[in-house]
């Protein structure tokens, strides 16, 4: 049997597992040396300093390759760090097309430094077909993707994008922190780069900051590892260290967050207290069959928007202890975030509102708790939800509901 024929659960769990030829080490090492000798004079080894290349960092990197069906990876320090180095394949003066709904740390840098010059951007609505094929007939070095995005869960068919992409010459990168490979390979849809935050669910225990970029051919590669070592962006070996532990339980991690949210969303969208549930794994969500036909699965995170707005949520929040109130995604435990106050802060009320982000709206990260545990906890945070009746004064109270 060939690498090439392993499914990608066999080759995260197996990641490295036996390759220590010193001592036998099941697990790979942790080498956290610096630097590393030369054999001899004009004889360096394959690594000479961890910047430039780490054995530990190198062992992540061929994982998520494969696990992306990539020719090459780079491991960075964070996610920010990925884009950061995927955002120095536009040559300056050029254009990069870039979803208006992106991570706001993205939206941020490429607002930034779009404003001192390094490339243009254009803003673009990848929801709406005419808007993305209007913005792809002016010539454009990259195209930025994000599917589903945060907080609403909209999706954009990255097939179709990066078909037209390629005929006018643009390169598609898609940031697939939100799926990871077990759920959704962009590479294998056709797109060039992907960037992962390797701090969510990859390494899925809130207790590492990384990230990656995993591209479809090796000249690319070369170029991403050239930036990330000139720029001092690689990742850490111990970091790396953890998040491979973390990549081992990524499939059966991801079953479960799934399975949890799927349960999630069900009793939300049956509760009076909620206005609207966003979750593809719902027939309701208005894209559920493009999530049908470009994903494995449809991943742990849903949001809810909660009909009685700000003073609903305070309601809801209160008391909450199996979702814990804080930003970031993807670990073991449950979140809760009101994207209004904390995500998306930075945001004007107005580009919030016309975003679709309402003083209402809460986006749960849903763990690996018992469902049933979730379910009663969230049954009784919409218990303390108190509804008001349009056209009635009359408050009722749904904590028997
Ligand atoms: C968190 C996140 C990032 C940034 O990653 P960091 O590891 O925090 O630097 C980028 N993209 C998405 C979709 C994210 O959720």
Redesign the pocket.
Known sequence: MTDGDLDLTTRAVRAGIEDDRHYGAVVPPLHLSSTFTFSGLDRPRRHDYSRSGNPTRDVLADALCAMEAGAGACVTA???AA?TVALQLVEPGRRLLAPADC?G??WRLIDALARRGAFEVEWVDFHDENAWKKALATPADLVWL?SPT?PLLRLVDIRAICEASRASGARVVV?N??LTPALQQPLVLGADIVVH?T??YINGHSDV???AVVCADAETTDRVAWWANCMGLTGSAFDSWMTLRGLRTLEVRMRQHQENARAMARLLERHPAVARVHYPGLESHPQHRLAVRQQRGFGGIVSLELAGGKPAVRQFLDGLQLFSLAE??GGVESLVAHPATMTHAAMSAEARLAAGIGDGLLRLSVGLESAGDLCRELEAALGRVHLHVPGSPRVIDLSNA
């Open positions: 964070t996610g920010m884009i991570y740390g993205t994000e945060n940031d922190t939100f935050s701090t969510k900051l990384g990230g970031s995604l």
